[in-house]
């Protein structure tokens, strides 16, 4: 577990099942319930008031559910629109901006990349081969102009934590960690975690549920959800094998 002692946010993680490590290397993966005490986030929206004739825009914040449990999360990299933290107003000429800025916040679209890992932690990455929005604007500020569609572009993380990613399309990217480990994401929705040896972990879905699998000896664990178990409130299976090869599973009731 660990405890924010800023805020008292609470994040625990329960492992429930693990692939043991592959010969000549350390990788492995876990499936495991994570818990983020955080139930909350904001949406924010800018708006301006209809009384009068003068720009006097204000931001008005919405709440919204997130956080809880999570159980067996994989990674994922996607493009967040800059509007996804501000919805942003259309600027009139009166907004006191010169014509440049007003065009600059009207008639372009920002992103930032945003990395979150299966514990749920998010990292935020930067095109260094761009530059990012030049205005004054604040709520602009770290955003890019930059929406790859089929150009590899490179991205880097600007935490402190040295990852590195080529993304081409929302389904086809990779990131390098400091450690030499790849995520690798194709277009066919498989996920690979490879380490520098070359051994790797498959991450994919099918009817049988999503498969956490040693690609080199085919061992797995498995996860499932019925969402008509437990009195319909939904079930999540975890599935592993024993030493024996009989398959075992842990059951969560939601």
């Given amino acids: 577990e660990n405890i924010n002692l800023e805020n008292g946010n609470v994040n625990l993680s329960i492992p429930l099942a693990s692939l043991p490590p592959i010969a000549g290397g350390k990788l492995s993966w876990t499936i495991t319930a994570n818990y983020n005490s955080k139930q909350w986030n904001v949406i924010r929206e800018q708006v301006d008031s209809d009384l009068d004739s003068d720009w006097k825009p204000y931001v008005v914040d919405y709440p919204a559910i997130d956080g809880g449990w999570t159980i067996g999360n994989q990674y994922s990299l996607e493009l967040r629109n800059s509007n996804a933290d501000l919805n942003r107003l259309q600027y009139p000429g009166n907004s006191g901006l010169s014509q440049e800025e007003i065009n600059l916040v009207n008639n372009y679209e920002y992103w930032k990349m945003v990395l979150r890992t299966p514990d749920g932690a998010e990292h935020e990455f930067r095109p260094i081969d761009y530059t990012p929005y030049p ?120």
Avoid: C
């Fill in 135 to 254: 205005g004054n604007v604040s709520f602009l500020k770290g955003y890019y102009n930059v929406l790859p569609n089929g150009t590899p572009t490179r991205y880097y993380s600007v935490d402190g934590t040295y990852m590195f990613a080529r993304y081409t399309t929302a389904t086809n990217w990779t990131v390098y960690m400091p450690d030499g480990t790849q995520i690798i994401q194709t277009p066919d929705g498989v996920q690979r975690i490879q380490d520098t040896n070359g051994n790797k972990i498959k991450i994919f879905s099918d009817t049988n549920g999503t498969h956490y699998q040693d690609e080199q000896t085919g061992r797995e664990i498995r996860k499932t959800y019925d969402p008509s178990a437990n009195g319909g409130q939904g079930q999540t299976r975890i599935w592993y094998n024993t030493v024996t090869g009989i398959e075992q599973h842990i059951d969560i009731n939601w």
